[in-house]
Each structure stands twice: as C-alpha cells, then as structure tokens.
Antibody
Framework: QVQLQESGPGLVKPSETLSLTCTVSGGSISSYYWSWIRQPAGKGLEWLGHIDVSGSNMYNPSLRSRVTMSIDTSKKQISLRLRSVTAADTAVYYC????????????????WGQGTQVIVSS | DIQMTQSPSSLSASIGDRVTITCRASQSISTYLNWYQQRPGKAPKLLIYAASSLESGVPSRFSGSGSGTDFTLTISSLLPEDFATYYCQQTSSTWTFGQGTRVEIK
C-alpha cells in the first residue's frame, strides 16, 4: 500500500518561496506521474501540476510562471517550489499519485497524502 | 482552460435516498472525468475514474456515467458515511476540478 507524506514549513512570508516535499513509501515512484493539489480553507481543489521520473511535467497555466516541480528517485521524493507567494497561496497542499492508463491515456489520482497546511503571512 | 460546473452546489438528503450529482464541462472531454469524495479534514478519495470505472474497494452503490460534456455521479442508497463533498475532475487538458457538491443530512 503506497503512502505519501507531505512535509515543509507551515509558515512562509509574502514574496518568499514555498518549498514542500512529498515522500513516497510502500510503492514504486516509477510508472506514475506525481501531482500537487491545493485547497484553501473552505474552498475547492486546485491542481498545481505533475511530474514523472523522466522529468516530464505539466503545470497549471495560471501558476506556470511561479511553479517548479522536481523528483529525486533515490529518495523517492517529489518537491514543489512556488515563488513569490501571497496570502492567496495559503492552503492545504496535497501530493497525489497520478496514475495513467494509455490506450486513451486517462489519468486519475488514486492515492493522496494527508495534506500539509501552509500559511502565507508576515 | 476547461471549466467544470457541478450541480447542485449542495443538497440535503436522507439515509437510503438515491442521489445524483451532475458535472458539466465547458467543452467535450470524452470520458476523461473522475469523481472524488472528501470528508471534512481528510484528503479526497477516488471513487470513479474514466467516467464510469469504479475504483477498487469503492462500494457498488457509487456509479458514474456520461461522455462528452455531461456526466453524473449516482449514489444508489445513501449511507451515513456518504455525507461528504464530491468533486469531479477533468483530465482532458491541464486538469481542473469542479467546485464541489456538498451532500448534507436532511
């Protein structure tokens, strides 16, 4: 049973960079994409982007200029960096396994971390 | 971006009720549509993928249908643990979620 655990600072100052790590255990990091999703308090889900072990990535166009994702296969970790944060970036951040099935190439999130709260405030 | 609109935004229902939630895409997405359940304070959980495929371990009272722009999630007979918020998600082009449908106890 794969498990995902997000970690990183819970408080980030405005204009600084938010950095989070997702550690995968109990399963392979290959053959999947790995996504980041966030959810402001009381609001809906926003997909930030995904990456795979080859470095192939896709980012949400609304955040593309500020987001970078990377993957460390030896540590089985996926990292998120979000630059120039504002209060609007305050949210629970989730990582999820982005499973895909080609012959159509459907994607879906079949495993999620528990989420980590990030507050942007001075 | 492809916009996903769920209806209703919230509904009240009783144990045993049949519930249907609708998700409409702003353009055709074939069957690139997934459904998730989120209980308060918890991460979302996959229910349905590729519009109508039931995720392993998910009870058969959940079902999904649709293609193109119109999709539905049906819960055939509500149980207490089904009171939650449900989200659709499209994966046709840069994934986006619907705004959610909150299912409350009547």
């Amino acid at each position: 049973q794969v498990q995902l655990q997000e970690s990183g600072p819970g408080l980030v100052k405005p204009s600084e960079t938010l950095s989070l790590t997702c550690t995968v255990s109990g399963g392979s990091i290959s053959s999947y994409y790995w996504s980041w999703i966030r959810q402001p308090a009381g609001k809906g889900l926003e997909w930030l982007g995904h990456i795979d072990v080859s470095g192939s990535n896709m980012y949400n166009p609304s955040l593309r200029s500020r987001v970078t994702m990377s993957i460390d296969t030896s540590k089985k970790q996926i990292s998120l960096r979000l630059r120039s944060v504002t209060a609007a970036d305050t949210a629970v951040y989730y990582c999820a396994r982005d499973k895909y099935l080609c012959g159509g190439c459907h994607n879906w999130f079949d495993s999620w971390g528990q989420g980590t709260q990030v507050i942007v405030s001075s | 971006d492809i916009q996903m609109t769920q209806s209703p935004s919230s509904l009240s229902a009783s144990i045993g009720d049949r519930v249907t939630i609708t998700c409409r895409a702003s353009q055709s997405i074939s069957t690139y549509l997934n459904w998730y359940q989120q209980r308060p304070g918890k991460a979302p959980k996959l229910l349905i993928y590729a519009a109508s495929s039931l995720e392993s371990g998910v009870p058969s009272r959940f079902s999904g249908s649709g293609s193109g722009t119109d999709f539905t999630l049906t819960i055939s007979s509500l149980l207490p643990e089904d009171f939650a918020t449900y989200y659709c998600q499209q994966t046709s082009s840069t994934w986006t979620f619907g705004q959610g449908t909150r299912v409350e106890i009547k």
